[in-house]
């Protein structure tokens, strides 16, 4: 509820909750909730959610949890890294007091790409991008997002564009409708690739910005670099240790390298 309230609310702005989904009680024009509101809604959720995850009395079936099959310690990890999130989006709006919210929360997050929040899918549940393509084949990629990645020589580009027919990554230009360009790689539009909706490398860049907003900067360095590097090993599923020694370990960070890899 928190996760889907957090993705709804920045869409927005301001929604109905209080009263929605309630159509059995017909109310079926429910009231708008400011955005304030379902940020402190969300907030609320979260603070419910972790002592009711560690209650020791606390179930869950097995067979009914797809994202960590029961696993209630990385459940919680989720909880906080989902809090992070939400607490950072409120900078503009909180200054600092946002920027430590999102540490705080982020402390106790996830650890490691082992504790990513996503969606599963296989043969039987198909990814939705897969899906689409399969039945209609006209997504393509971007050229914005895949010039950036081909500049840099980045490990990442053959996993999230796949190759045209002449065995090349060419991204569409914006607004264009070229369908000679790239299709999505498998890395998203596999049969089986999972939709992620928190990971780890987020994590991290939250981390970074935030201590960077406070004047950390070696905390935020660190953040930074291991958030590009969790990204990496995700996507590629190797360490490519040489290209982060070459692109990012030891650069300087800055706002707009954080926001650049966080998003690719």
């Known amino acids: 509820m928190a996760t889907t309230l957090n993705i709804g609310t920045d869409l927005f702005g301001d929604m109905p909750f209080t009263e929605a989904l309630q159509g059995g009680q017909n109310i079926l024009a429910p009231v708008y909730d400011s955005q304030e509101t379902i940020y402190q809604n969300i907030f609320d959720l979260l603070d419910e959610a972790v002592p009711n995850l560690n209650n020791t009395t606390n179930s869950l079936a097995v067979s009914g949890d797809v994202v960590y099959g029961g696993n209630m310690t990385k459940w919680v990890k989720a909880a906080n890294s989902i809090k992070a999130r939400a607490a950072l989006q409120l900078s503009l709006k909180d200054g600092n007091a946002a920027y430590t919210a999102a540490l705080a929360a982020a402390a106790n997050g996830f650890t490691s790409n082992a504790d990513d929040y996503k969606v599963p899918f296989d043969s039987d549940d198909q990814n939705p991008i897969y899906q689409f393509m399969d039945q209609r084949t006209d997504i393509r990629m971007c050229s914005t997002f895949v010039d950036l990645l081909a500049s840099n020589d980045d490990p990442r580009l053959p996993f999230y564009v796949a190759e045209d027919a002449d065995g090349n990554y060419v991204g569409s230009v914006p607004g264009s409708e070229t369908e000679t360009a790239s299709r999505p790689g498998d890395a998203v ?9 928190m990971t780890f490398a987020e994590l991290k860049f939250i981390q970074a910005e935030a201590n960077l907003a406070l004047g950390n900067l070696a905390p935020a360095q660190a953040a930074y670099e291991a958030g590009v590097a969790a990204s990496v090993l995700r996507v590629t599923g190797a360490a490519n240790t ?7 370990n ?4 800055t ?3 954080i926001m650049t890899q966080k998003y690719i």
């Open 242 to 248: 040489d290209w982060l020694t070459a692109n990012i």
């Open 255 to 257: 706002l707009e390298k």
């Open 250 to 253: 030891g650069s300087p960070v």
């Open 189 to 197: 539009a596999a049969e089986d690739a999972p939709t992620y909706m």
